[in-house]
T-cell receptor
């Protein structure tokens, strides 16, 4: 079953703009991960943030985690057309044996 | 990062036949692997947890007799869709790993 919701479900921006996606979850977690999926393709792991971390950066990606609100956000700065994809958050809940539960995903379109 | 392969990458079969999908961890041993299903424009839904040397654990609503899972070695898990029907057409993805889950590229199954 899906852990939570992602917001927005779809996002369309111009190249160069920033894109922010939000994820909410319901149970306590070990970590939260963000993945990208191009249409009809497999998942690409973007970033993992542990429950004791609040913010993490990787290149143009910035992830925040607020465990008190059970929410996370993914910010993509200076977006490019190649960033067009679906983005999913996934939570690794406590005592779940590394099983991931995925959010509904955000479909991002970056217009050139 | 670690590599997970899936075979085949796509398969078309007739209704009533069975299809086997292989998931291999190429550079790590996986005592546990996960099978997900993804319908078009939807998120990944966990189907089952594949346990090396023991029975798989199925999520609620997933028929264990229809989706047979075998995890005979530390590097191979197989999912067999038995007596496939058109509604089983989907994108099947496996994963394995520790803190970070590594996903296979997926198998697109089309049942005609």
């Amino acid at each position: 079953s899906q852990q939570g919701e992602e917001d927005p479900q779809a996002l369309s921006i111009q190249e160069g703009e920033n894109a922010t996606m939000n994820c909410s979850y319901k149970t306590s977690i070990n970590n939260l991960q963000w993945y990208r999926q191009n249409s009809g393709r497999g998942l690409v792991h973007l970033i993992l943030i542990r429950s004791n971390e609040r913010e993490k950066h990787s290149g143009r990606l910035r992830v925040t985690l607020d465990t008190s609100k059970k929410s996370s956000s993914l910010l993509i700065t200076a977006s490019r057309a190649a960033d067009t994809a679906s983005y999913f958050c996934a939570t690794d809940a406590n005592n779940a044996g590394n099983m991931l539960t995925f959010g509904g995903g955000t479909r991002l379109m970056v217009k050139p | 990062g670690a590599v997970v392969s899936q075979h085949p990458s796509w398969v078309i079969c007739k209704s009533g036949t069975s299809v086997k999908i292989e998931c291999r961890s190429l550079d790590f041993q996986a005592t546990t692997m996960f099978w997900y299903r993804q319908f078009p424009k939807q998120s990944l839904m966990l189907m089952a947890t594949s346990n090396e040397g023991s029975k798989a654990t199925y999520e609620q609503g997933v028929e264990k007799d229809k989706f047979l899972i075998n995890h005979a070695s530390l590097t191979l898990s197989t999912l067999t869709v038995t007596s496939a029907h058109p509604e089983d057409s989907s994108f099947y993805i496996c994963s394995g790993g520790r803190d970070e889950q590594y996903f296979g590229p997926g198998t697109r199954l089309t049942v005609t």
